[in-house]
């Protein structure tokens, strides 16, 4: 299993970003996706999921309404737009594969799936 997120950098409070992971070596189409990010000092917390289906979504209450995950399997890839980007959302952000868990199950953990290296997401004027 390998996942490579991208898509990350400095924004402005109130700016947008688009982070995207590419997945290879596992039937991606049958694996539940989910985005989560860690802050400096914090614990890695959950932000958004997809299961198998289409309107199997999930997100953080800290993300609800201004974020939008997405996934492609004909091109294995699953992307996190994140809009109205605030200070706090500063944090590096990860790609998560598992192929037991439900989208909903991935808001809770506990996790044995597969994780990306992570993308660095900085919100500063």
């Known amino acids: 299993v390998q996942l490579v997120e991208s898509g990350g950098g400095m924004v402005q409070p109130g700016g947008s970003l688009r982070l995207s992971c590419v997945a290879s070596?596992?039937?991606?189409?049958?694996?539940?996706m989910g985005w989560f990010r860690q802050a400096p000092g914090k614990e890695r917390e959950f932000v958004a999921s997809?299961?198998?289906?289409?309107?199997?979504?999930y997100y953080a209450d800290s993300v609800k309404g201004r974020s939008t995950i997405s996934r492609d399997n004909a091109k294995n890839t699953v992307t996190l737009q994140l809009n109205s980007l605030k200070p706090e959302d500063t944090a590096d952000y990860y790609c998560?594969?598992?192929?037991?868990?439900?989208?909903?199950?991935?808001?809770?953990?506990?996790?044995?799936?597969?994780w990306g290296q992570g993308t660095h997401v900085i919100v500063s004027s």
């Open positions: 070596g596992f039937p991606f189409a049958t694996y539940a």
């Open positions: 998560y594969a598992d192929r037991a868990m439900t989208a909903s199950a991935l808001q809770r953990g506990p996790y044995s799936g597969s």
């Open positions: 997809h299961g198998r289906g289409p309107y199997d979504i």
